[in-house]
């Protein structure tokens, strides 16, 4: 069964590409509650995760957030979509672009959306499960499309005598 699995993903690279994706996100969420959690019950006078107060479990979110953000991009570049390499100021602008649309996806949808179906009467639960979805797929594509492109990836990699060249401009 297994074997019959791993033969379908090998020869299926599109879909064995999202699987991973979902493995990644997967981690990645479990680790975000993961520090929350541990941070929580560390700093909370009873030591419980419930016992902290406001202040340290807003702390806590945003240190849950900022190392679980770390980690998707890791296991993004490496895991899912398979970027070996590349040169410090490369990795670094990737890190800035994969940090940047985390924060527009936090905004527009975490905030934006989820309280516009709150505004439309949804229960939270509903409205959280859309926003997952929809922050999911913007997520996706932000990264396949414009982080970690394999044509920006091809375009870096070309030696320059066979990089696409400026036009001269006409006269």
């Known amino acids: 069964m297994i074997r019959k699995i791993r033969d379908y993903l090998d020869s299926h690279p599109k879909e064995y590409e999202l699987v991973r994706y ?52 890791w296991i993004n570049r490496r895991m899912v979509f398979q970027v070996q390499g590349g040169s410090r100021g490369g990795i670094l602008k990737e890190l800035t672009q994969f940090v940047l649309s985390r924060l527009v996806s936090g905004v527009v949808f975490e905030l934006g959306l989820f309280n516009l179906l709150l505004a439309m009467d949804i229960s939270n639960t509903v409205s959280k499960v859309i926003v997952l979805v929809f922050v999911m797929v913007f997520n996706y594509v932000v990264s396949k499309f414009w982080i970690f492109s394999k044509k920006k990836r091809q375009a870096a990699e070309m030696p320059p005598e066979k990089a696409p060249q400026p036009k001269e401009p006409r006269e």
Do not use: E, K
Not at 24 to 53: M, P, Q, R, Y
């Open 22 to 73: 979902v493995i990644a996100g997967g981690l990645t969420t479990l680790l975000s509650l993961a520090v929350f959690s541990l941070f929580c019950i560390a700093v909370s006078v009873d030591h419980t995760v419930d016992g902290a107060t406001d202040l340290q479990a807003n702390i806590g979110q945003i240190l849950s957030w900022i190392i679980a953000v770390l980690f998707a991009f």
